[in-house]
């Protein structure tokens, strides 16, 4: 009964604590490109889900591309990508912490609506 109680119980929080995107493989990620040489403007994607084992510079490139063609053809490079994360939610709130310390260093935040699409 005792197994059987705690085996009930351990279905039941794994119910409520929702999909764990590390059973799908997916995690959450954001990008930045600061423009060189003083990080002005910063530019920030949206939060976005890929694979965990995605290769980096694939995200940082297809970024550059976006913002050299959509929003300033100067910035062509210099993306950081950040992640893994476990929840779309803790991408966000890192999104939003990096958003306030560039607007509180002076910094121009512009906000794109991009989001990463691996090409298959």
Same mark, same amino acid.
């Given at each position: !009964?005792?197994?059987?109680?705690?085996?009930?119980?351990?279905?039941?929080?794994?119910?409520?604590?929702? $999909?764990?995107?590390?059973? @799908?493989?997916?995690?959450?990620?954001?990008?930045?490109? &600061? =423009? =060189?040489?003083?990080?002005? $403007?910063? +530019?920030?994607?949206?939060?976005?889900?890929?694979?965990?084992? *995605?290769?980096? $510079?694939? !995200?940082?490139? &297809?970024?550059?591309?976006? *913002?050299? &063609?959509?929003?300033?053809?100067?910035?062509?490079?210099? @993306?950081?990508? +950040?992640?893994?994360? #476990?929840?779309?939610? #803790? &991408? !966000? #709130?890192?999104? #939003?912490?990096?958003?306030?310390?560039?607007?509180?260093?002076?910094?121009?935040? *512009?906000? @794109?609506?991009?989001?990463?699409?691996?090409?298959?």
């Amino acid at each position: !009964m005792t197994q059987r109680l705690g085996l009930v119980c351990a279905l039941v929080l794994a119910a409520l604590a929702g $999909p764990v995107s590390a059973q @799908t493989n997916q995690a959450y990620f954001y990008c930045q490109l &600061a =423009k =060189k040489p003083y990080g002005d $403007p910063s +530019f920030y994607s949206s939060v976005f889900r890929a694979e965990r084992g *995605i290769y980096p $510079p694939a !995200m940082q490139n &297809a970024f550059d591309g976006h *913002i050299s &063609a959509r929003h300033d053809p100067d910035a062509m490079s210099g @993306t950081i990508c +950040f992640g893994p994360f #476990e929840s779309y939610r #803790e &991408a !966000m #709130e890192d999104k #939003e912490d990096s958003m306030a310390r560039s607007q509180r260093a002076g910094r121009h935040v *512009i906000v @794109t609506g991009w989001g990463y699409a691996a090409h298959k």
